[in-house]
Protein backbone atom coordinates (compact mmCIF):
# COMPACT_ATOMS: atom_id res chain seq x y z
CA UNK A 1 0.00 0.00 0.00
CA UNK A 2 3.16 2.39 1.10
CA UNK A 3 3.86 1.74 -2.84
CA UNK A 4 1.06 2.55 -4.36
CA UNK A 5 1.42 6.52 -2.52
CA UNK A 6 4.97 6.76 -3.23
CA UNK A 7 3.87 6.47 -7.13
CA UNK A 8 1.69 8.47 -6.79
CA UNK A 9 3.98 10.75 -5.55
CA UNK A 10 6.83 10.57 -7.97
CA UNK A 11 4.77 13.05 -10.15
CA UNK A 12 5.94 15.57 -8.33
CA UNK A 13 9.72 14.69 -8.87
CA UNK A 14 12.00 15.25 -11.48
CA UNK A 15 13.91 12.50 -11.21
CA UNK A 16 14.39 10.94 -14.81
CA UNK A 17 15.62 7.67 -16.50
CA UNK A 18 19.10 8.65 -16.08
CA UNK A 19 19.24 9.95 -12.76
CA UNK A 20 17.24 6.48 -11.55
CA UNK A 21 19.47 4.44 -13.57
CA UNK A 22 22.56 5.99 -12.55
CA UNK A 23 21.06 6.20 -8.73
CA UNK A 24 22.08 10.46 -8.73
CA UNK A 25 21.80 12.13 -5.40
CA UNK A 26 18.59 13.30 -7.02
CA UNK A 27 17.26 10.21 -7.50
CA UNK A 28 18.01 9.05 -3.58
CA UNK A 29 16.89 12.30 -2.45
CA UNK A 30 13.53 12.14 -4.00
CA UNK A 31 13.30 8.60 -3.13
CA UNK A 32 13.53 9.16 0.31
CA UNK A 33 11.09 12.61 0.41
CA UNK A 34 8.77 10.25 -1.71
CA UNK A 35 8.59 7.27 0.99
CA UNK A 36 8.44 10.32 3.93
CA UNK A 37 5.42 11.67 2.50
CA UNK A 38 3.53 8.72 1.37
CA UNK A 39 4.24 7.64 5.11
CA UNK A 40 2.73 11.22 6.14
CA UNK A 41 0.22 10.44 4.21
CA UNK A 42 -0.41 7.34 5.39
CA UNK A 43 -0.28 8.37 8.87
CA UNK A 44 -3.28 11.33 8.48
CA UNK A 45 -5.51 8.40 6.24
CA UNK A 46 -5.34 6.22 9.40
CA UNK A 47 -3.94 3.57 7.22
CA UNK A 48 -0.29 3.19 9.09
CA UNK A 49 -0.20 -0.47 10.74
CA UNK A 50 -1.16 -1.39 6.71
CA UNK A 51 1.72 -0.10 5.22
CA UNK A 52 3.16 -2.83 3.66
CA UNK A 53 -0.23 -4.61 2.95
CA UNK A 54 -0.97 -5.35 -0.69
CA UNK A 55 -4.08 -3.36 -2.17
CA UNK A 56 -5.55 -6.87 -2.52
CA UNK A 57 -5.09 -7.90 0.57
CA UNK A 58 -7.19 -4.58 2.33
CA UNK A 59 -10.95 -3.78 3.49
CA UNK A 60 -12.89 -2.00 1.20
CA UNK A 61 -13.08 1.33 3.79
CA UNK A 62 -9.14 1.03 3.75
CA UNK A 63 -9.22 1.07 0.18
CA UNK A 64 -11.52 4.00 0.07
CA UNK A 65 -9.26 5.77 2.14
CA UNK A 66 -6.49 4.79 0.21
CA UNK A 67 -7.83 6.45 -2.72
CA UNK A 68 -8.17 9.57 -1.24
CA UNK A 69 -4.47 9.04 -0.13
CA UNK A 70 -3.82 8.87 -3.83
CA UNK A 71 -5.54 12.31 -4.16
CA UNK A 72 -4.49 13.96 -0.80
CA UNK A 73 -0.45 13.15 -2.03
CA UNK A 74 -0.27 15.60 -4.35
CA UNK A 75 -0.82 18.05 -1.97
CA UNK A 76 -3.69 19.95 -3.53
CA UNK A 77 -5.61 23.10 -2.20
CA UNK A 78 -8.90 21.08 -3.76
CA UNK A 79 -10.08 17.67 -3.47
CA UNK A 80 -12.79 16.17 -5.97
CA UNK A 81 -14.21 13.04 -4.40
CA UNK A 82 -17.10 11.38 -6.36
CA UNK A 83 -19.41 8.94 -3.78
CA UNK A 84 -16.51 8.26 -1.40
CA UNK A 85 -19.02 6.13 0.48
CA UNK A 86 -20.51 4.29 -1.88
CA UNK A 87 -20.31 0.80 -0.68
CA UNK A 88 -19.05 1.02 2.50
CA UNK A 89 -21.34 0.06 5.58
CA UNK A 90 -22.78 2.93 8.21
CA UNK A 91 -19.72 2.93 10.48
CA UNK A 92 -17.28 2.65 8.18
CA UNK A 93 -18.85 6.23 6.42
CA UNK A 94 -18.73 8.03 9.99
CA UNK A 95 -15.00 6.80 9.56
CA UNK A 96 -14.83 8.64 6.21
CA UNK A 97 -16.66 11.74 7.28
CA UNK A 98 -14.38 12.30 9.45
CA UNK A 99 -11.20 11.58 7.55
CA UNK A 100 -13.21 14.47 5.41
CA UNK A 101 -13.63 16.59 8.00
CA UNK A 102 -9.75 16.48 8.94
CA UNK A 103 -9.26 17.13 5.25
CA UNK A 104 -11.10 20.37 5.37
CA UNK A 105 -9.55 20.97 8.94
CA UNK A 106 -5.93 20.81 7.37
CA UNK A 107 -7.32 23.53 4.50
CA UNK A 108 -8.62 21.61 1.35
CA UNK A 109 -11.40 22.54 0.09
CA UNK A 110 -13.49 19.12 -0.63
CA UNK A 111 -15.65 19.14 -3.33
CA UNK A 112 -18.05 16.04 -2.38
CA UNK A 113 -20.31 14.13 -4.99
CA UNK A 114 -22.20 11.70 -2.61
CA UNK A 115 -26.06 10.05 -2.25
CA UNK A 116 -25.75 9.60 1.70
CA UNK A 117 -27.53 12.58 2.28
CA UNK A 118 -26.57 12.19 6.23
CA UNK A 119 -23.41 12.62 5.27
CA UNK A 120 -23.38 15.58 3.09
CA UNK A 121 -25.40 17.39 5.80
CA UNK A 122 -22.95 16.77 8.33
CA UNK A 123 -19.92 17.69 6.39
CA UNK A 124 -21.00 20.86 3.48
CA UNK A 125 -21.36 24.70 3.89
CA UNK A 126 -23.22 24.66 0.77
CA UNK A 127 -25.05 22.09 -1.36
CA UNK A 128 -26.57 21.78 -5.13
CA UNK A 129 -28.84 18.76 -6.00
CA UNK A 130 -29.47 17.57 -9.19
CA UNK A 131 -32.29 15.44 -10.06
CA UNK A 132 -32.20 13.91 -13.66
CA UNK A 133 -29.34 15.98 -14.07
CA UNK A 134 -31.01 19.36 -14.11
CA UNK A 135 -30.15 21.84 -10.58
CA UNK A 136 -32.96 21.76 -8.30
CA UNK A 137 -31.84 23.65 -5.28
CA UNK A 138 -28.91 24.83 -4.11
CA UNK A 139 -28.11 26.36 -0.49
CA UNK A 140 -27.32 25.20 3.19
CA UNK A 141 -27.62 22.35 4.61
CA UNK A 142 -30.83 23.99 6.45
CA UNK A 143 -32.25 25.13 2.77
CA UNK A 144 -31.43 22.27 1.05
CA UNK A 145 -33.20 20.04 4.15
CA UNK A 146 -36.67 22.30 3.93
CA UNK A 147 -36.92 22.59 0.03
CA UNK A 148 -39.90 21.69 -1.40
CA UNK A 149 -38.14 20.39 -4.72
CA UNK A 150 -35.90 18.20 -2.64
CA UNK A 151 -38.32 17.06 -0.92
CA UNK A 152 -40.74 15.96 -3.66
CA UNK A 153 -38.07 14.49 -5.94
CA UNK A 154 -35.84 12.67 -3.04
CA UNK A 155 -38.55 11.80 -1.09
CA UNK A 156 -41.73 11.75 -2.97
CA UNK A 157 -44.14 13.91 -0.97
CA UNK A 158 -44.34 16.83 1.53
CA UNK A 159 -44.61 13.94 4.76
CA UNK A 160 -40.91 14.07 4.91
CA UNK A 161 -39.96 17.67 5.75
Not at 90 to 101: A, M, P, Y
Request: glycine share 8%; hydrophobic share 40%.
Amino acid sequence: MLDNLIVGYRLKTKTGLWDAILRTSRARREEKESEEKARAVLDFIGLTPMAGEPVANIPQEAGKRLAIGLGLISEPRLLLLDEPAAGVNHDETKGLSELIKKIQSAGVTVCLIEHKMQMVMSLADRIMVLNHGSKIAEGTPEEIRNNQQVIEAYLGGTDYA
